[in-house]
Structure formats: structure tokens, C-alpha cells
């Protein structure tokens, strides 16, 4: 037989002969997400043991109980004992192990197959499971996967019980779409990710005009179908306003499409797309948004629009997302962003970041940006959370969403973790090495500073600590004197006359 551990840290009520308590139900919530033959412990008996007993562990990062009010830290004990070492990052995809299923109902939407026999309408296809994705994220009461996690798949044979197995899910989801002059047939099927079988199949076919209306009734049906079925009363979501004509959501698609592909051309292709959804529906409210998201790509990954590019559109861009987003998640998203970084107004930056996560609760892009905002004000511990969940939800998205946790590991003092949770980041920028410099200064490790201040130097010959303050929104003068002292004892130039 193969047994399961969970092991806790904290204080128990005792009654006779039994014991009560937080600290027991926190043990018993890890022994249930344990797999057979592994020792599960809370963030709590880590700390204590890391350095005390030569064996090493996997992060889990921070798990949601039920029953439980805050996110639990878990780690998971090797199964090997070596030599002692610090908590590793989750394992990707090769180890599917790593990955617990969540206490909500969880679920996977898998790229549909295309049966238009015309590999142009492939964009089409995708933006169909997208959409589906990102209205099943709308239900607090679901764990949805990311698009980005899911569509690792696209393109192969794949067996439903492993998928399960590798993201974590109880339920996936794929299906096969077909496009024929204006009629859309779509094929759903839900399966039962760990017997492998199928709970509920429909199939849509419809004027391309309903299309919203085939989205909205596949989300919901799906929903309907799962064990322990949402009310109808939690599940009331908003409703994104449709496009005026169907070519503008054609062109949003396209220019979706392109956006995910991350290269200068694509990105510039997809600018060209969502001008003509524009173009057609002035008041489009998602294509208003997507323009602000494929215009902040080119800019953060050095296509060819600079900070005063973007910093002049900002203006014009915030009135019309807020004439026209008062319902749309990605406007709220957007309107936080540019608030954030490009007004320094933390209070607008924080309405519009809580109206996207009303709408979307589930959207990781929505929870990492909630953790990006807490850290600047000033309640890093929060935001360390807030990231880990996002991690957990989209794990493809590790190498870039992993600079947020450890920036806010940086501003909680834990100077140790944040330079390990760097390692996880790739590629390193020049603002990550002076992270990372800093917290080896704060640690008294001076050679290992200067290195990190070195290669940050060389990536950006220009950064000075005033660069970094300029990025660094801080609403508490406090934390942006932290970094400055930081940076300064790791030997960047200041940039001060």
C-alpha cells in the first residue's frame, strides 16, 4: 500500500479527546492533495525544516482549501533524499505530478479542431475556443486553465486521462468547429478527465450572427453538466456587447491570433487587423482594448514604439475605454495598466483593476496584474499570493510572470526567495539583474552584486537608479527608498546631477 502525508504547523483546540482547528484542517486539506506515496507540507513546517534536514522540495506554491479563508504555502518532499537544497520551482509539463487538482470544479478547454478543410480559418477556430475560455473564467466558482496552458496541445492526438493528469483538471473540454459560408457547426464534448468518459455532448449549428449566442449557451451547458452544478444566482455574469456587424469580431480574432505569436511582424500584423475591426465598429469595445494590448506588446518588447509613443496615445486611449468598457473585463484590465504606469493613479488604477477581476475572476493576466499592484502599494505580501495563483492557473506563462513574484519577494525584505524565484525568469532583462543585484547587496554579498550590476549594464548602459525608481510606481515613500538604498548598495550609478 502507498500512503499520503499531510504535515501542518499551528495551533489546535483541544476537547477531551479530540483536537480542533485551523491547524488540523489545514493538515487534512494537504493530506488530500497529496498524491500516494508523497509527503505534502504546509509553508510553515518548510521554514523550519529547510535548512535543518538534508533533503529537498518542490514549491506548489500557494493552494486554495475549502473551508480554509487564506491561501495555503505547500511544498512537496522528493521523493529521493540527496543533499540539502532550496525549494525548487514547479516542474513543467515532463513531470505532470507537480500539478493538484483544485478543491473547485477544474477544467480544460483543448483547442477545436478545424474541419473547414481551409487552414485560413484557423484563426477562427482558436478565437471560438478563447471565447468559450474566457466566459467560463467569468464563474468564481470554476478553476479554468489558460488559453496559453491548453494550447500546448493544438495539433496533436492526445489522451484525455494524461491531460488531466498534466494540468491538473477534473473535466476537459474539446470539441471541432466548421465554418461554411455564414454558418457555423460547432461540436462540444465535456469528458471526465480521470475515467476518460464522456459526460455531456451537444452540437451547434447556426447563422454566424448567433455566434455570441453558441458561446454563451456552450458556457453555460458546460457549467450546467459539472458535479455539484453553480446556481444559477452565482453564475450571473456580465455580458460582453457584441459587435455591430460581424466583420469587426472577424478581424478581432485575426488580430488575436497574430498578437499571440509575439514576433514584430505578427505583432504589426495584428495592429493592422484590429484598425480594420475598428474601422468597421467604432464603438467595439474589446477592439478599443486588444488595440491597447497589441500597441503596450510593441512597446515592451521593443518593436518600435517608444515610452513617449505609448505615453501619447495613453490619454486618448483611457477616454475612449472608458466611454466604451464599462462592461468589458480587457477595457477595465487596459484602463488599470495605463493608470498604473503611465498617470501614477493608484486610485483609478485600483477601481479599474477591481471592476476586471468582478468580471473575470479567473483570468490569470487579471490576478498577476492584481499582484503587480499590490506590490506598489505597498502590501507585497498580498501580491505574493495573488501572482502564485496566477502562476497556478498559467503555468506556460512561468518565465515572465515569475519577475512579478519576485519583485514582490524583493519588497516583502525576502531578498533569499527573490533571487531564487528569478532564476525562473527567462529571458533576464537589465531591471531583473538589478533586482537581483540589490538583493544580494541587502544580503551583504557584495561580489555577487557587482556581478548582476555588471550585466545589467551591459543590456542597458544607460540604467541608473533613478531609471528604476522611475518605473517603480510606489504609493509609500518608504518602499521607494528601500529600492533606492538597494540599488545604491549594489553599486549602480545613482543618475542624480
Known amino acids: 500500500m502507498e500512503f499520503r502525508m499531510g504535515v501542518n504547523l499551528g495551533d489546535v483546540i483541544v476537547e477531551g479527546g479530540d483536537i480542533f482547528g485551523d491547524g488540523v484542517n489545514i493538515a487534512a486539506r494537504l493530506q488530500g492533495s497529496a498524491e500516494p506515496g508523497t509527503i505534502v507540507v504546509a509553508g510553515a513546517v518548510y521554514d523550519q525544516v529547510r535548512q535543518k534536514l538534508p533533503v529537498a522540495f ?25 543533499p540539502k537544497t532550496t525549494a525548487k520551482a514547479p516542474a513543467t509539463k515532463a513531470d505532470p505530478k507537480v500539478v493538484a ?93 480521470g475515467k476518460g468518459h464522456h459526460l455531456w455532448a451537444e452540437r451547434f449549428e447556426r447563422d454566424l450572427a448567433d455566434v455570441f449566442a453558441v458561446q454563451d449557451e456552450i458556457t453555460q451547458m458546460i457549467v450546467a453538466a459539472l458535479p455539484g452544478r453553480v446556481e444559477a444566482a452565482q453564475t450571473e455574469v456580465a455580458k460582453r456587447k457584441p459587435p455591430q456587424e460581424m466583420a469587426a469580431y472577424d478581424y478581432l480574432l485575426r488580430a488575436k491570433d497574430y498578437h499571440h505569436k509575439r514576433s514584430k511582424t505578427d505583432n504589426d500584423k495584428a495592429m493592422e487587423m484590429i484598425e480594420r475591426a475598428i474601422e468597421r465598429d467604432p464603438d467595439y469595445a474589446e477592439a478599443h482594448a486588444w488595440r491597447a494590448c497589441i500597441l503596450g506588446q510593441s512597446w515592451a518588447q521593443g518593436y518600435g514604439v517608444s515610452t513617449k509613443d505609448l505615453a501619447d496615445e495613453s490619454e486618448r486611449m483611457v477616454r475612449t475605454l472608458e466611454a466604451l468598457g ?95 524565484t528569478y532564476r525562473r525568469v527567462s ?71
Not at 338 to 349: D, G, M, P, T, V
Open 101 to 193: 487538482i483544485s478543491d473547485k470544479p477544474s477544467i480544460a478547454v483543448l483547442p477545436f479542431q478545424n474541419m473547414s478543410g481551409d487552414a485560413e480559418q484557423e484563426y477562427f477556430v482558436d478565437g471560438i475556443v478563447e471565447d468559450v475560455i474566457t466566459e467560463l473564467s467569468r464563474y468564481p466558482d470554476l478553476f479554468v486553465i489558460a488559453r496559453n496552458s491548453t494550447f500546448i496541445y493544438k495539433g496533436r492526438a492526445v489522451d484525455i486521462k494524461q491531460v488531466g493528469r498534466e494540468l491538473g483538471v477534473a473535466y476537459v473540454v474539446e470539441g471541432s468547429a466548421r465554418k461554411s459560408g455564414n454558418r457555423v457547426r460547432i461540436t462540444v464534448q465535456l469528458i471526465d478527465a
Open 58 to 82: 518542490v514549491d506548489l506554491g500557494a493552494q486554495r482549501f475549502k473551508n480554509i479563508a487564506e491561501p495555503v504555502r505547500t511544498y512537496r518532499l522528493e521523493r529521493s533524499s540527496g
Open 326 to 420: 464599462a462592461n468589458d473585463f480587457e477595457c477595465h484590465r487596459l484602463l488599470a495598466a495605463l493608470n498604473l504606469y503611465f498617470f501614477r493613479n493608484l486610485e483609478r488604477a485600483q477601481f479599474h483593476q477591481e471592476q476586471a477581476y468582478a468580471l473575470v475572476p479567473n483570468d490569470p493576466r487579471v490576478l498577476s496584474q492584481q499582484g503587480e499592484l499590490l506590490t506598489w502599494l505597498g502590501r507585497p505580501l498580498e501580491a505574493i499570493e495573488w501572482v502564485e495563483h496566477a502562476l497556478r492557473l498559467d503555468p506556460s506563462e512561468a518565465n515572465r510572470r515569475a519577475g512579478y513574484l519576485a519583485q514582490a519577494q524583493f519588497c516583502a525584505r525576502d531578498y533569499e526567495r527573490a533571487i531564487q
Open 427 to 497: 529571458p533576464l532583462r537589465a531591471p531583473h539583474h538589478v533586482f537581483i543585484a540589490a538583493s544580494h547587496a541587502m544580503l551583504g554579498r557584495a561580489a555577487d552584486a557587482d556581478t548582476h550590476v555588471r550585466e545589467a549594464i551591459r543590456l542597458n548602459a544607460k540604467l541608473t537608479v533613478r531609471d528604476m525608481l522611475t518605473n517603480a510606481p510606489f504609493a509609500n515613500p518608504a518602499d521607494a527608498d528601500h529600492l533606492r538604498d538597494a540599488c545604491l548598495k549594489a553599486g549602480l550609478p545613482s543618475g542624480e546631477a
